[in-house]
């Protein structure tokens, strides 16, 4: 086992998805894969592998915020060899074109952590990307089943809640939505040299205060999900 997971070598699959709420790893889990088996109970981030459509793949809760994302990617990677680290989550709305519901492919992530700035010793500013044959995968298949995919920089922020950040700013620079992961996974994936893209569902406007329902939320991420794993078989 590694420091948070409690997997034996092979227990987990080259392509995992990483919601952030463990439970949702459950769900997942439970709802989309077959001959699913538990690997991790540690801190209750829960870990399965399963199949979807024949191929393994496995599903292991992050927690929330990019110290968390962080920890696990890096044992995924470091300790059992994944090639394909798929952040599946809710993030909410910034620009007025994005409406509760979309899908939101996160193509770079912008950051207020001072993160890059540690790892790059204060030279650069560093821009985390997603992998492009995932993105591109994932939006061929979003627009196949006309889904309301929308693509672009999201901001992976370091809190939840936040006055003081300018999101007018962020908006009229394109910025489609906030969250609090990608920045790290995206960075994690770029120093290992692997593929990572974050999948997120609006389930709220920050803009506008519009919230989705539960129910609305189960539907979009049900949605959301297809196009995670259809992306994971290619
Ligand atoms: N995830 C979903 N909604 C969010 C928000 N408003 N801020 C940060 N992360 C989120």
Do not use: C
Not at 40 to 60: D, L
Not at 75 to 94: C, D, H, K
Not at 139 to 146: A, E, F, H, L, V
């Amino acid at each position: 086992m590694s420091t948070h997971i409690g997997a034996k070598q092979g227990d987990i699959s080259k392509t995992v998805l990483m919601p952030g709420d463990p439970l949702r790893a459950k769900y997942i889990a439970e709802t989309f894969l077959e001959d699913v088996k538990q690997y991790n109970t540690v801190r209750n981030a829960f870990g399965y592998t399963g199949t979807y459509k024949g191929q393994e793949i496995s599903v292991q809760g992050t927690g929330m915020g990019i110290p968390s994302v962080m920890i696990y990617g890096e044992e995924l990677i470091q300790e059992y060899g994944v090639e394909n680290l798929i952040r599946v989550g809710s993030a909410g709305g910034m620009k007025k074109e994005i409406k509760i519901r979309d899908v939101v492919l996160a193509q770079a992530a912008t950051t207020d952590s001072s993160l890059h700035r540690h790892i790059f010793n204060n030279q650069v500013d560093f821009a985390p990307i997603a992998d492009f044959d995932l993105l591109k995968h994932a939006y061929d298949i979003g627009m196949d089943k006309n889904m309301s995919i929308r693509v672009g920089n999201v901001l992976s922020a370091d809190r939840f809640y936040n006055a003081e950040l300018d999101k007018q700013k962020l908006a009229d620079y394109g910025v489609l939505a906030v969250e609090m992961e990608a920045a790290g996974l995206y960075s994690l994936a770029a120093k290992h040299n692997k593929r990572a893209l974050a999948l997120l569902t609006i389930s709220d406007h920050l803009l506008t205060g519009e919230e989705t329902t539960a129910e609305e939320r189960q539907t979009t991420f049900n949605d959301m999900m297809i196009i995670a794993l259809e992306a994971a078989l290619r």
